[in-house]
């Protein structure tokens, strides 16, 4: 996996989740508020619909809240996790249309979650770079540092996924 810097190098992010257009969340499981020091982000009720790409105990959502998990590396995807990508892309894309606020979440909220995040941003009509731009605006330039999610989202998910299940 190529990334732009080590895990190590990677600083926290300094909230728990960043809106990134109406709506639509990013975020992690741990940040690092204004004392330096490391806090959890647990999510109680603040979201309609939670997306969980890497679950941690713990952090929520409460009972009530719809939550959908599906976890996946933070490294090359085969066929099956691609299409789980794209079908949280498309349910968050759907549910912020229909009004519904939505958290997707992985372990800092930078790579997997920005992922899912932008391509359902492209089933909102936005481009590719154009997606990757935002989040890194909104979130932190940190966001999507894993160069091959940027290659798949510039690729196409879909071809991707179609590419991934031809070599096997």
């Known amino acids: ?93 759907d549910a912020v249309d229909a009004g519904r606020t939505v958290l997707v979440r992985c372990f800092h909220g930078y790579n997997r979650s920005g992922l899912v995040v932008a391509q359902a941003l492209t089933h909102q009509g936005h481009s590719a770079d154009g997606a990757i731009r935002l989040i890194r605006a909104r979130r932190s330039p940190w966001a999507l540092h894993n160069d091959l999610f940027v290659e798949y989202l510039r690729t196409g998910l879909s071809t991707v996924r179609l590419l991934e299940e031809l070599a096997e």
């Open 1 to 93: 996996m190529r990334t732009r810097g080590r895990a190590a190098d990677v600083p926290s992010p300094e909230t728990p989740w960043s809106e990134i257009v109406p709506g639509l969340w990013m975020g992690g499981h741990e940040f690092r508020g204004r004392s330096g020091q490391l806090r959890s982000a647990v999510v109680r009720g603040e979201f309609d619909l939670v997306q969980t790409l890497l679950r941690q105990p713990g952090h929520g959502p409460d009972p009530g809240v719809e939550h959908q998990v599906w976890a996946i590396p933070d490294g090359p995807l085969d066929g099956t996790q691609l299409a789980g990508v794209i079908r949280l892309a498309r349910a968050t894309a």
